[in-house]
């Protein structure tokens, strides 16, 4: 019988727990994407909550899209010695922190100067007017600085990185039929809609040597028109483990899912993980280790899930902005379901559960 308190692995990587703290913006660090004191603070109360790993919210590889304000950036190495003093912050608890790499792409409403690069330009996108339509040079560019944030977090004692693949910013619209309308090699069929995910899959790698963590948040479908669908999921999961990918995050949705079926959904108990099918179909038939995040809210439920699947660990995001010791909670027998009520009123400039104040 396994249990969500396993000890298990992550390519190189121990984890004393089979709980994941999902990606999640938390708008704590400065207007360029610096780390604060009040960052690292939250970092450290969330690693003294009994999660085993924690993926940062998403940071941006570079400098020269819109900085959105709060949100962590790795674009050069002055961030290497403040990212030494988070990892060093959340290691003393002896927890694992991943950064998560993006570019946001044209799914940004900052006010800030910059670009909004985007693989086509769609002029009904709901989040932005003003995207330009990458050129190759643009894509080398990109592609390097996420070598260069994945060479950097290495340095700065990350456990790992993770690339965004998912929800509709930069790397999920080159995926997206309806985003990527391109004619080159970037665009078109599956393969050429993953290039740039699997290039830039393959450039860390040999950046970062072969027992490095490096995993990627996809999504299993945009549920939307012209979306992507969980056939090219499947694919490009089989395409970035042959690349050396150690681990998918399976998730779902895009700004334009349809209503209900986004990212970011409500939770009943008749909905509760919403994206594990998903993830247990993956875990399933492709040899790479699977984390499913998407309304995970019971641990009874969590149990059977890693006993009747072949998912390894559970991610989680609202539950733990409102109950940042969940895991201790859990682990200490008090196993009532997360006290999260999935209002999704917790973004804000600063991230914080209403129930919190
Ligand atoms: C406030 C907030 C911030 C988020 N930030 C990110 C992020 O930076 N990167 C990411 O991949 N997903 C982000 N997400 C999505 C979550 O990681 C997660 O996939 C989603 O909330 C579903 O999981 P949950 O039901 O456990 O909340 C965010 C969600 C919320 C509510």
């Known amino acids: 019988m396994k249990t969500l308190f396993d000890q298990t692995k992550l390519s190189g990587m121990k984890m004393k727990n089979r709980f994941v703290r999902s990606a999640t913006y938390d708008g704590r660090a400065d207007a360029l994407g610096h780390v604060t004191k009040k960052l690292i603070d939250h970092y450290e109360e969330l690693a003294k909550g009994g999660v085993g790993t924690i993926i940062t919210g998403l940071t941006n590889v570079t400098d020269i899209e819109k900085i959105v304000p709060g949100q962590m950036a790795i674009y050069n ?9 988070l990892t060093d912050t959340v290691h003393q608890q002896d927890v694992n922190i991943i950064v998560q790499l993006v570019c946001n792409g044209a799914q940004n409403s900052s006010k800030n100067d910059g670009v909004l690069w985007a693989p086509s ?3 009904d996108e709901p989040t932005v007017s003003g995207a330009t339509e990458m050129t190759k040079e643009d894509i080398q560019f990109m592609k390097d600085a996420f070598v260069g944030g994945a060479i950097r977090a290495k340095k700065a004692g990350f456990d790992g990185v993770q690339l965004h693949v998912a929800h509709g910013y930069l790397l999920s619209r080159f995926l997206t039929p309806y985003y990527n ?7 078109g069929n599956t393969e050429n809609r993953a290039r740039v995910v699997v290039e830039i899959c393959r450039s860390i790698r040999e950046a970062v ?3 490095y963590p490096v995993l990627a948040k996809i999504n299993c479908s945009d549920f939307m028109d012209q979306g992507f669908t969980f056939e090219e999921c499947k694919h490009i999961c089989k395409m970035l483990k042959e690349e050396g990918l150690s681990a998918v995050e399976i998730s779902g949705g895009t700004a334009l899912s349809r ?5 970011i959904r409500n939770v009943t108990a008749e909905t509760e993980s919403y994206f594990e099918k998903y993830a247990a179909e993956i875990a399933e038939n492709i040899d790479i280790t699977v984390i499913s995040v ?4 019971d641990i009874n439920k969590l149990t059977d899930i890693v006993n009747q699947t072949k998912i390894q660990c559970i991610s ?3 539950p733990f902005i409102r109950e940042p010791e969940l895991i201790n909670r859990w682990a200490s027998g008090d196993t009532t379901p997360a ?4 209002c999704t009123k917790c973004f804000g400039v600063e991230t914080q559960c209403i129930f919190n104040k």
């Open 77 to 85: 190495d002055s961030f290497i010695p403040e990212y030494r003093r």
């Open 121 to 123: 330009v769609i002029e």
């Open 181 to 187: 309308r391109r004619t080159d090699e970037y665009g």
């Open 209 to 211: 040597g072969p027992d």
């Open 259 to 263: 209503a209900n079926e986004g990212v």
């Open 294 to 297: 998407g309304g995970h809210r």
């Open 316 to 318: 989680l995001c609202r």
């Open 339 to 342: 006290k999260c009520i999935s």
